[in-house]
């Protein structure tokens, strides 16, 4: 496929390249692959699209990492924070308060389901994670049960990598090399119905039998020690799991029924990524607590959000009762006055509507591609979809570990990319492209991201 080329372009990228390899320390990065070539550099976004340093233009089937919702280069992002910076650039909510933070916790209250009317600003979805944590853990001794300090997560599952989010995250590569860990987590098997072992005829009794596996894993624990259940509404690790019918209902039945506290980490799938605002309204659930990021500011400005029921704020009302918990950066001004901006930018040009209006196209779209030998399932919601790889379609056999890293990570990340898709191709459970384009995009974009990866897939088969 041909990729456009900026003609703006005027950085010296062999220049950038070097100093990449020589001093930053990239994230989630085997560095050992730029030994004998160049880190890619990206310079510029407009719209859907990237460049890099080179003037080479990509899709960005990402949304940068599920967060530019309103796609690239919005100025009106650009002048809000511009505006805040002048105004007022810095100032900590510690006994303070300043107007966008107030503006932003009002307007997020209001929109949340149900009575989650407090709202603790954050930094990232990680730090927003280990905060939900915390609370958790002191709500319940202020309510006289201390021992309610447990939490339940479900296998594969990413739910950061600071060392409270990580022990609840799920991915057991992630963890082994910062171990140990905050103990007090356990795991349940996720809702990846592809690969069920058990009622894999019936998607509802599968959900129903996933959801209580988390009364089990309570019971064992003893209820009397287990404070929170963390939960993504469409889980990413592993591919977009959605949820089946019924099986959020039946997770708030069992946390009433032991007084366990339902997390809905929405860090991804908040602000529009499955067509609402709270993916918890999507799926007809009520939390006690969401944890966002991400998308609140469509990555324009570091921001991370815990949206917490009234009455987990209610004992901490009271004479010297502190959450003793916060971060120099958390509700920074300039970052909420993005994130009000960010909010109203969505609002006018109802991107929530147009991902629903938007997403059978979609994945209609990615649907064509399971007559490839290489595409065993397709699975998602929204603007967000996982494209499971197999070696043997009718088994679903997997890919084994040579063979994963000869194709994914010897070939098919680097191929997509150099054929002009910014996307994900990931093995920390079973190999997987995932898809999560900015809110802006179309038919355009979908046919686009189509027909790359038709290419690259085929050819990345040849290699099995």
């Not at 550099?41 to 859907?48: H, K, L, P």
């Not at 287990?226 to 690790?237: C, K």
């Not at 029924?257 to 991804?268: A, F, Q």
Request: charge should be negative; aromatic fraction near 10%.
């Amino acid at each position: 496929m041909t990729t456009t080329a900026d003609p703006a372009a005027t950085v010296d990228a062999a220049a950038l390249a070097r100093s990449a390899r020589s001093n930053l320390w990239m994230h989630f990065t085997r560095h050992s692959a730029y030994d004998t070539t160049d880190v890619p550099v990206i310079v510029r976004g407009e719209g859907a699209y990237i460049w890099d340093a080179r003037g080479k233009r990509y899709l960005d089937g990402l949304a940068g990492l599920f967060a530019v919702q309103v796609g690239h280069g919005r100025e009106e992002l650009a002048e809000a924070a511009a505006r805040q910076t002048k105004q007022l650039a810095y100032f900590p909510l510690w006994g303070h308060a300043h107007p966008s933070a107030i503006e932003l916790a009002e307007r997020l209250a209001a929109a949340s389901p149900g009575d989650l009317n407090r709202v603790f600003f954050t930094v990232s979805g990680g730090e927003s994670v280990e905060t939900a944590w915390k609370l958790a853990k002191q709500y319940f001794k202020l309510v006289g049960k201390p021992t309610k300090h447990k939490v339940i997560s479900r296998a594969l599952a990413y739910h950061g990598t600071s060392q409270g989010a990580l022990s609840i995250t799920g991915i057991p590569g992630a963890k082994a090399d910062f171990e140990p860990l905050v103990p007090s987590t356990m795991r349940v098997p996720n809702t990846n119905f592809y690969r069920a072992t058990e009622h894999a005829d019936d998607y509802a009794a599968y959900g129903r039998w996933a959801a209580d596996q988390i009364e089990q894993a309570i019971e064992f624990e003893g209820a009397d020690t287990v404070a929170a259940v963390f939960l993504e509404p469409v889980q990413n690790t592993g591919g977009c799991f959605v949820p089946p019918p019924g099986y959020f209902e039946r997770v708030r039945e069992i946390c009433d029924k032991h007084d366990v506290l339902l997390v809905s980490d929405e860090v991804i799938c908040a602000f529009g990524r499955v067509g609402y605002d709270f993916a918890a309204k999507r799926y007809g659930y009520q939390p006690d607590i969401i944890t966002t990021a991400k998308g609140l500011t469509s990555g324009y400005a570091p921001l991370g959000a815990v949206l917490a029921s009234e009455r987990l704020m209610d004992p901490f009302t009271r004479g010297a009762t502190t959450f003793m918990h916060g971060s120099t950066y958390g509700g920074h001004p300039v970052s909420c006055a993005v994130a009000l901006a960010n909010l109203d930018l969505m609002e006018r040009e109802d991107l929530y509507g147009h991902v629903l209006a938007n997403e059978s196209a979609f994945r209609s779209t990615l649907d064509k591609l399971t007559d490839l030998p290489i595409v065993g399932d397709v699975r998602g919601a929204g603007f967000f979809y996982g494209i499971e790889l197999v070696k043997d379609k009718a088994t679903k056999e997997t890919f084994s570990a040579a063979e994963s890293e000869r194709v994914l990570r010897g070939f098919l990340s680097d191929a997509l990319f150099e054929a002009g898709l910014y996307c994900r191709a990931d093995d920390r459970a079973e190999p997987v492209v995932q898809l999560s384009p900015p809110l802006i995009c179309d038919q355009r974009q979908f046919d686009e991201m189509e027909q790359i990866l038709r290419d690259t897939l085929t050819q990345a088969w040849k290699l099995l």
